[in-house]
């Protein structure tokens, strides 16, 4: 083959190859592909175990271990309250068990003496019913101290807060030196291993729902898609606007989540072929809903499309502006940077 015939060849099928390689984003493929159509309803994402730890004495607050954000362990000490009152309570119970007892020993003694007496008929029948009455009742003062000092052990433990099971603080009512009353709360925490998000779905889809009972749930602050686990449909409606609560269980390690943030939960509810675009190709600014389009010789075309619902993670449908196959960016930043740049003006 001549060497000129061989060089044209080279340059004519060569650098296409190395153009469309140089290309300084990725590149994805318009399809049909075979998804689940979907009901989607929105929600909010709620913890599973969630509770406020309060106070149960009065004293002042005198040390908090943990703040807003922070792991906490189940058992750990998450704040302690002035037990000096508690304390001097719990002194006064102790020395009423004691004045108890020591009464309780010297009815028991005279009881001992009273039916010696009583058996050597030296005193009457009324004076062994008096000693064998201030004997119970000295038994009766002596378990009712007991029991006083014993609650008044269980107040003083009452002063040390601890975790009830493990979670991270979501938000710390009192600073240290306020006053701690009887119900106040002093923490609220949840753990973020047990997340589940709630919604409110029509009467009428709630058959569907059950059919297949399979859901993703996306979360769009963090652009972040999770299969829930478990579905649970309340079997209980609202009168007033015809609805079912249905309950969608996170998986246990679903970072980045946490209650309160905004859900949707994307029911299964059939199969369809459906004309999809990968998700990060979209481009959308102000009411401009576009992609990058590339063709067979890697240039580059802003085009208007619409899009129907989500398809799962990653993919959007494609209603109208795209046909199968056709290429597009998948970095609209980085593509329209490389367009503006002037390099692919061919």
């Not at 996306?218 to 606007?241: G, N």
Request: charged fraction near 25%; charge should be positive; hydrophobic fraction near 50%.
């Amino acid at each position: 083959m001549p060497m000129r015939l061989f060089l044209a060849l080279f340059f004519w099928l060569v650098l296409p190859l190395a153009a469309r390689a140089a290309l300084p984003f990725p590149v994805g493929t318009v399809d049909f592909r075979e998804v689940d159509e979907t009901y989607v309803a929105e929600g909010i994402v709620e913890a599973v175990k969630q509770s406020t730890v309060a106070a149960q004495i009065t004293g002042r607050i005198v040390e908090l271990n943990f703040d807003v954000g922070d792991y906490v362990k189940q058992g750990q000490v998450i704040a302690r309250i002035d037990e000096s009152v508690v304390g001097a309570q719990a002194a006064g119970s102790e020395a009423q068990v004691a004045q108890a007892r020591a009464l309780l020993e010297n009815a028991k003694a005279n009881y001992e003496r009273a039916r010696q007496l009583f058996e050597q008929k030296f005193i009457s029948q009324a004076a062994l019913d008096k000693a064998v009455a201030d004997y119970r009742a000295a038994q009766a003062q002596a378990s009712a101290a007991l029991a006083g000092a014993g609650a008044a052990g269980a107040t003083r433990r009452f002063a040390t807060l601890v975790a009830p099971y493990s979670g991270v603080v979501s938000a710390r009512h009192v600073e240290v030196g306020e006053m701690a009353l009887p119900g106040k709360p002093i923490m609220t925490g949840f753990d973020p291993k047990d997340l589940r998000v709630e919604v409110s779905v029509p009467e009428y889809k709630v058959p569907a729902v059950r059919a297949l009972s399979r859901a993703t749930v996306e979360i769009p602050a963090i652009r972040k898609w999770v299969k829930a686990t478990q579905i649970t449909i309340l079997p209980a409606a609202d009168m007033r606007t015809h609805t079912t609560r249905v309950r969608l269980d996170l998986p246990p390690d679903s970072r980045e989540i946490y209650p309160g943030m905004f859900a949707r939960a994307h029911f299964a509810v059939g199969r369809a072929k459906k004309l999809l675009v990968p998700a990060q190709a979209v481009l959308r600014r102000s009411e401009l809903t576009a992609v990058y389009v590339v063709d067979a010789k890697d240039r580059l075309t802003l085009r208007q499309i619409r899009l129907g619902e989500a398809a799962g993670e990653g993919w959007m449908e494609v209603l109208a502006g795209l046909m199968p196959g056709e290429k597009v960016a998948l970095d609209p930043v980085a593509a329209g940077i490389y367009l503006k740049s002037g390099r692919r003006k061919d």
